[in-house]
């Protein structure tokens, strides 16, 4: 008999480039598509009616699509461990198909309903689709652990084979005699409900600037690569004033519920690449987008913490503060600072910001200017974004408040120029902030500043009409700079002047000793900074692992030992009756005990640190040399080896530690 | 699994067997030498549990040189999400080990009550003697919303009693000219290293005070405004040591600031005096405020523009700056730094350290740059929208020419495309 299959849609809302709903009907008797109203998904708690009415807007028009095919979308209230084995019996199921879901929550869904489909005696096919490799692979050939770096993931990807071709849209002909029954009360039973029906109240809602469905994605691609074609320059545009608007050719919210297959832009735009540049093969950043979305990946599929900084292994540490009324100013558009407010009001308003403006909140919420967590910001955005994937969001939000990936920290966008910069005329702001219109384009950016009789002009006084700025920004940076410092000092246990030399790079940087020495911070005596293994860093030169040679190196030292001061003299004075080595490792065990940034990949290095070098992730395959190579892929697995045990005794003392102590100390 | 570690301890000391006596006799019998060592690297919450192992574990645990260093850290609940250091271990620690401390820290979250329990802390450690001290505010600067009074008593308890103070960071606090004052009395033969950017209740003759007293500042951190022609040549009188580092924040209060200049002379001496120090300087400030700064030689070897910063301003940094070691320009306008890198490649021959943020620079201008910079360009960190491709290089293929003047591979920065 032929099989019955259910086909289960969770994302890849799409007919194009499905090979497990072409799985689904391959010689089968009959066949369903599902949709769950699931609040696994996304977190359907928290997700904004710009997002319910994107997805309600999808579902509507793969259920058009499949009534062209003869069938349904069968939209089904309740959870899917729930009503599965109901299903299952009710419609005789033998063989359910879907999606691979790379994140960790969907594959611990879909083990359970795995397991569920089992018992019931039903086959399961799992295609990927939503990514355009299988990570796991990209994670095998780094030794097992996720790349941390996006160069190191670009080397990767580089020695797989490129990615599938996306399948055939489903047509009549492959469906064959495979029917869908639908039953007389479909509609009520399983039909795509209004955003009434969920409970959203629509009146005054404005129309959706970013429109779901497959189809709506397919004209957009299209379009997208219409106007590249046209431009013929496939470098990443230039910001202007004009991109930070809702583009009809953006396609991220698309990619995201997979309305658009990632595998059919990716060889849409290989193909036009090489239309236009006859018979050059095209460049890696051709595919920016598709590649960071597929890094980020990557790093979340096997850490359910990513999207935390408590227990998350690539997570650093950062004594961020809690605020919930600044934080609730930045989040409701009433900073202060216009670039800001403009920002967030059109990401409540439309749902979806550019990637640079992107960057401009999140800066100033994290490291830039409020000093609040990223964690919190990446709520936000999981509501009023239509696009925010969660690995991407969290991978993004780390990445933009400095909490992992290795960043330059120094790169604070100004809540100011950085929108001046971008649009000197201000017109963005005014399209989203009304109430400044009147400003001049001199003011609108800073309007705290304009005099009382332009902002009388204006009809907008600061203070009463638009907020004034909430926080003084080069004071609030110069502090959080500061922080920063420290904490990446600490990190890399460098303990210089240097700013940039403070982050541990990804770019070959040999701080070479230079700067590598700062006597009075330094002292193991106090456990702030980098209390560990500061002695260690003080007599090694602090240079990084891909010593170009190793004689380079010490030349450099030798020479930032002459320019600067003479390190043994600073050494003799230092700090009389400083502990000895040994008493620093204990201070920085204290130390982390006590609870302090920490960042895994740089823990190790305490114990390679003795010998004075620094091992860090470095690029130096990417001029393809192999010994170098090896050696980043052993540096590669050491760090993220303790990602996976992230030194039992540290992690595991944080929490309970209060509570033990106590209790210790008592009978002591 | 403690408890099971005791009970086999217990269950083996009562055995029978001379074997296991002796093995347990052996234990017992470690020199505190050796078990000083070993306690040092352990976490303080292990060290604590095997202190319960018998009494002679249990005295080494006690031991002064397990409690030298500490760091107090003062977190609410309600303002952080880091854990704070256990209420009854500060009390064991005032207790118990006070004495001992010789490098402590505080560090605090923005909460006003955790910078008054270190105040409070910090009024308690009356017989101790610490070498250094950090009071270091992790969110916000939280000490400077402590009542002055509360602070400069409890700061001062430290100073009279600390006759060796050899550091001491206390940026962003309410510290006063009288406090120093006391420091200086009680602490100016130690007193290496001083740090305290926006300290605003100091004034420049408060600082003076203490460069004039203190022979033996080496390391020196604070804000423009009390920056002073007599500081820096009291920094560089006779007596006084070698000056290390010294680092200055300019901060702009309001725009159009209006800041004192520095007399190239006074620099002069500086560099005289201590040929080898580093001066760090963290501009903050608007575009039309550095009128007074880089029109004569500065000596500075560290410089940070935090934030946007005229491309008239840095190609007076390239001709006033020739001890310039590091360079990060956070933001400029949109016109390109072509000439003036080049003219700071040429005219700064320490330059090995570069960030640039948002600013432009021509491909070809920067691959010349690196080129004349070369191998001693060891930081090198270059947001990739800085880069204009131009005729002669792309994106692609300025990695590869950088890389190859470098001589290491080399990529810019990247930002995350969301």
Known sequence: MAPNSIHWFRKGLRLHDNPALEEAVLGAGTVRCVYFLDPWFAGSSNVGVNRWRFLLQCLEDLDASLRKLNSRLFVIRGQPANVFPRLFKEWKISRLTFEYDSEPFGKERDAAIKKLAMEAGVEVIVKISHTLYDLDKIIELNGGQPPLTYKRFQTLISRLDPPELPVETLTDSQIGRCITPVSEDHEDKYGVPSLEELGFDTEGLPSAVWPGGETEALTRIERHLERKAWVANFERPRMNANSLLASPTGLSPYLRFGCLSCRLFYFKLTDLYRKVKKNSSPPLSLYGQLLWREFFYTAATNNPRFDKMEGNPICVRIPWDKNPEAFAKWAEAKTGFPWIDAIMTQLRQEGWIHHLARHAVACFLTRGDLWISWEEGMKVFEELLLDADWSVNAGSWMWLSCSSFFQQFFHCYCPVGFGRRTDPNGDFIRRYLPILRGLPAKFIYDPWNAPVSVQVAAKCIIGVHYPKPMVHHAKASRLN???????????????????????????????????????????????????????????????????????????????????????????????????????????????????????????????????????????????????????????????????????????????????????????? | KDEKYLKHCESSRTSTKRKHKAVDCEWACLPQELLLHIFQYLPLLDRAFASQVCRGWNQAFHMPELWRCFEFELNQPASSYLKATHPDLIKQIIKRHSNHLQYVSFKVDSSTESAEAACDILSQLVNCSLKTLGLISTARPSFMEVPKSHFISALTVVFVNSKSLSSLKIDDTPVDDPSLKVLVANNSDTLKLLKMSSCPHVSPAGILCVADQCHGLRELALNYHLLSDELLLALSSEKHVHLEHLRIDVVSENPGQHFHTIKKSSWDAMVRHSPKFNLVMYFFLYEDEFGPFFNDEIPVTHLYFGRSVSKEVLGRVGLHCPRLVELVVCANGLRPLDEELIRIAKHCTQLSAIGLGECEVSCSAFVEFVKMCGRRLSQLSIMEEVLIPDHKYSLDEIHWEVSKHLGRVWFPDMMPTW
């Open chain 1, 481 to 668: 700079i500061e922080r920063m410092k420290q904490i990446y000092q600490q990190l890399s246990r460098y303990r210089g002047l240097g700013l940039l030399a403070s982050v541990p790079s990804t770019n070959g940087n040999g701080n070479a000793g230079m700067m590598a020495y700062s006597p009075g911070e330094q002292q193991p005596g106090t456990n702030s900074g980098a209390s560990g293994n500061s002695v260690a860093t003080s007599n090694g030169s602090g240079s990084i692992l891909l010593n170009f040679d190793s004689e380079e190196q010490t030349g450099q030292s030798r020479h930032g030992q002459q320019q600067h001061s003479d390190q043994s003299h600073q050494l003799t004075w230092g700090y009389h009756s400083v502990p000895d080595t040994s008493q620093t490792v204990t201070s920085s065990r204290l130390h982390h005990e006590f609870a302090v940034p920490q960042h895994p990949g740089l823990l190790l290095h305490s114990r390679s640190e003795i010998t004075g070098k620094r091992e860090r992730e470095s690029e130096r395959e990417g001029l393809g040399e192999e010994p170098s190579s090896c050696s980043l892929h052993k540096m590669q697995r050491q760090s993220t080896e303790v990602s996976i045990n992230p030194h039992p005794s540290l992690s595991a003392t944080i929490t309970p530690e209060g509570y033990s102590i106590k209790q210790v100390m008592f009978k002591l």
